[in-house]
């Protein structure tokens, strides 16, 4: 190991300007609040914020995923009965 590297040293984060609206897009995050979340860190989903722009397109996929959920759930089942009848079918045409 190359001298004068220590990784027992605590990761302090840099402050900048998305550090508060990163800090409030994390709790919205913990609480579940992803489409709050998603749009608070817009602005910052760019390579210069690399957790900014992580946690906002993680929302965005676990927003995909609740609606996905709720239309399941919504439909009693349907969804997966027309995936199922859809792959089905194409093993029929093979």
Do not use: W
């Not at 590297?5 to 994390?26: C, G, H, I, K």
């Not at 690399?50 to 009693?76: D, V």
């Not at 349907?78 to 995936?83: A, D, G, N, Y």
């Amino acid at each position: 190991m190359e001298e004068g590297r220590s990784f027992n040293r605590p990761y302090v984060e840099e402050q900048n300007e998305a550090t508060d609206t990163l800090n409030l897009a994390r709790t919205l995050f913990d609480l579940r609040e992803y489409r709050k979340c998603a749009a608070l860190l817009k602005p910052f989903a760019v390579p210069r914020y690399q957790c900014a722009m992580f946690l906002y397109y993680y929302s965005n996929y676990l927003i995909s995923e609740q609606t996905k959920a709720e239309e399941i759930y919504e439909s009693g089942g349907t969804i997966r009965r027309r995936i199922k009848h859809r792959r089905n079918q194409s093993v029929k045409h093979r």
